[in-house]
């Protein structure tokens, strides 16, 4: 298909850094489609952020990936480093959780900017610091010429939250990650972010992929959601049919236990047990010690992520045996 | 209700007293402002108003919820009401008794205990659980083996097997279990009040489920009273049976569940609550309840502190400090559109009591 922005095939990441080797990502497949927001969705160690980094490749050495992933039609898995530099920015850019440590404390905003579009463009130095200005008022920070000269630490957190994201656009990218970009700011702020992230997709006609842990916030920006437990995508479908309709079990219990549904009922609905160990991960359905709806053969076959039967390809799929 | 004896509580004279129309804690006026650094040795002296007079009760057996941006003073507050920091002025009363006065501090700390965010942080890693959780009754004179055997017990009470949990040591645990420790830990006690500051914020929503689940079943069991500080107000509708919303160090509302969720009469909780995400990807947000960020705490807006960003402002805001008014029996708000007769546009008139 000729509108795929990203083409992420069987992709397995292992680290290397323990005892035993983890394999944090286990045969992820995904595709998002040009100026399309895919939110994945999952609680810590089932892998979104993994999955997300290695389209940049962003792991420690030593890291062992297996499959294929393309951007734009190039093949992230084979780029030099050369090219991956060229990469990183002018056509994928990230924003990181935690803006404070993603930005260097050492240089001011405007700076740190300019250095972005002249790494990638050959533009002047004035050129840059009137496009550093333009993105400025872009993200609507207030009174921008001022801010361009502040550092890091004199600015708050949903400011610096704004200045990551117009850092992230500087070069125009074809595609945006943003790796839990607002978990770390308060309810007021976050809603702010998510709406400014939402309108400037739609202007920059931008791929996303949204990384969450918050049901809320993915059903906010995302067009699609894809469920991930254990390192596996184990349900994707559209954000109003996994909201609505939620099939693999994980799914149903991730959903069943959001307090907003026990008004009036004096206890949540919970899904028992933890995750599995990533180190020692169970043959079969990672999920299967902890479904209801667990039967014989759940704990040996590994389900594929499959699209109901005579579906189209666009509609949801889901990893598990009940619907295979 | 007579006080509870046990083996394992010292001294019968710790108990139930005021009888349960007295509030557990009264705050009054507390206040609590932190220097900070100058700039220049003749500069004037700034402090952060991290919590700037707060009145609150609370009740036996409710569970208050404590919500609001951060630095809005909720931890603060906390950390007040352990006397984790001093106040700088304001009173305590404990069932009816002035905190370091007529009841002792170590006596007042027994009965309310408190359990932090960071679960790895708030636990030694060099004891192992069980040492953990019995640490704090050896201290109060509860010989090594009873206070084991009761760590055992408790261990059993927050769904952790003592013989398969007790002997580890807390980098051995999951983040939700480490959580369950702490509450059993906060509970050794046999508080009366326990302070909730974020105590599940750090945990994946099927973990948090479960927890909150525990924490309403020890409520009842051991007749808890609860602090609920938390910034999911999801979570504070599910949990608590009154609501206090704070912003820049003051209190902006208190009132029940239903008053505050159903009827924020204060433009600041009205515009937290409707910032949280919609579930319904057709129901968006399409724009932002409120702009900015909430201002500085080493220099306040004047009268109003939300008159910055509140939608309502007329020039009274910036120049009267609105008092917290009771609207009803249930729910009292800081805002000057409350208050009758105010010089707010949206004022009652005078001489007609709210309802």
């Known amino acids: 298909m000729t509108d795929t922005m990203i083409d992420i095939d069987n992709l397995s990441v292992t680290f290397h850094r323990g005892r035993k080797p983890i394999k944090a990502v286990n045969g992820v497949t995904l595709k998002v489609r040009a100026g399309e927001v895919v939110a994945l969705l999952g609680e810590s160690g089932s892998g979104k952020s993994v999955t997300m980094r290695s389209l940049l490749r962003m792991h420690p ?3 062992t990936i297996e499959g294929t992933m393309s951007v734009a039609g190039r093949d992230v898995t084979g780029l030099s480093t050369r090219d991956l530099g060229n990469l990183r920015g002018a056509v994928v850019s990230m924003v990181f959780q935690e803006p404070r440590l993603a930005l260097d404390p050492v240089y001011t905003l405007g700076r740190q900017i300019e250095e972005t579009i002249m790494r990638h463009e050959r533009v002047s130095k004035a050129q840059a610091s009137a496009r550093a200005l333009a993105l400025f008022e872009k993200v609507r920070i207030p009174s921008p010429q001022r801010r361009l000269q502040n550092y890091p630490h004199e600015m708050s957190g949903g400011m610096l939250q704004r200045a990551m994201i117009a850092m992230a656009l500087a070069c125009n990218p074809k595609v945006l990650l943003a790796d839990e970009p607002t978990t770390a700011l308060d309810a007021t702020v976050q809603i702010q972010i998510l709406l400014l992230i ?48 939620p099939k693999h079990p994980y799914t149903k219990g991730l959903l069943g236990a959001r307090v907003e549904l026990a008004d009036g009922r004096d206890r949540l609905i919970t899904i028992p047990g933890a995750p599995p160990d990533l180190a020692d991960m169970p043959p079969g359905c990672a999920f299967a010690p902890r479904c209801a709806d667990v039967m014989a053969p759940c704990r040996a076959v590994v389900p594929p992520l499959v699209g109901a039967a005579g579906s189209s390809e666009r509609a949801g799929q889901v990893a598990c045996l009940l619907y295979a | ?20 129309a007295q509030p557990l804690i009264s705050a009054r006026g507390l206040l609590k402002h932190f220097p900070v650094k100058s700039s220049g040795f003749f500069g004037p002296k700034k402090v952060v108003r991290a919590v700037d007079g707060v009145d609150f009760d609370i009740l036996k057996g409710e569970t208050l ?13 906390a950390r007040l009401l352990m006397n984790l920091i001093v106040r700088d002025k304001g ?21 309310v205990q408190m359990v932090f965010q960071d679960s790895y942080a708030s636990l030694n890693p060099r004891l192992t659980i069980e040492e953990s959780i019995a640490f704090a009754p050896q201290v109060h004179g509860v010989p090594a083996a009873k206070a084991i055997a009761r760590a055992h017990d408790l261990l059993f009470r927050v769904g952790l097997e003592p013989s398969r ?52 079943d020890l409520k009842r069991d051991f007749g808890l009273t609860y602090l609920f500080i938390s910034h999911d107000l999801n979570v504070v509708k599910f949990m608590c049976d009154r609501v206090m919303v704070m912003y820049l160090g003051k209190v902006a509302e208190i009132g029940t569940r239903a008053a505050i969720f159903g009827e924020a009469r204060h433009p600041y909780s009205a515009a937290l609550l409707a910032s949280m995400p919609k579930m319904d ?32 402002v007329e020039d ?34 005078l001489g007609e009591t709210s309802a």
């Not at chain 1, 916030?217 to 959601?225: C, G, S, T, W």
């Not at chain 2, 919820?65 to 507050?77: A, L, M, R």
């Not at chain 2, 009274?316 to 009803?328: D, F, G, H, N, Y």
């Open chain 1, 198 to 245: 939402r309108e400037l997709q739609k202007e920059y006609g931008l791929s996303v992929i949204f990384v969450t842990h918050d049901i809320g916030v993915a059903a906010e920006v995302a067009d699609r959601i894809a469920v991930m437990y254990a390192g596996r995508i184990v349900e994707e479908g559209t954000a109003s049919d996994i909201i609505r309709n």
């Open chain 2, 281 to 312: 990807p057709s129901e968006r947000t399409m724009e932002p309840p409120l702009s900015g960020d909430p201002p500085n705490p080493i220099d306040p807006p004047s009268g109003c502190r939300f008159h910055t960003r509140c939608q309502f």
């Open chain 1, 61 to 63: 050495k030593g890291t």
């Open chain 2, 91 to 111: 009173d305590l009363l404990f069932d009816g008794e002035t905190v370091g006065e007529t009841l002792p501090l170590a006596q007042y700390r027994r009965q």
């Open chain 2, 165 to 216: 949990f007790a002997g580890r040591y807390p980098h051995e645990l999951s983040g939700g279990q480490r959580q369950r420790v702490n509450i059993a830990r906060a509970l050794a006690l046999e508080p009366r009040l326990i302070i909730l500051d974020e105590a599940v914020s750090a945990l994946d929503k099927s973990v948090e489920a479960q927890v909150l689940n525990l924490l309403l």
């Open chain 2, 1 to 20: 209700m007579s006080a509870v004896i046990s083996p394992y509580n010292l001294d019968p004279g710790v108990g139930e007293r005021g009888g349960p």
């Open chain 2, 316 to 349: 009274i805001c910036s120049r009267e400090v609105p008092p917290l008014a009771s609207l009803s029996a249930e729910q009292s708000a800081a805002c000057l559109m409350a208050v009758p007769g105010s010089g707010h546009s949206r004022a009652p008139i």
């Open chain 2, 65 to 77: 919820g404590v919500v609001g941006e951060s630095g809005c003073g909720k931890s603060t507050t």
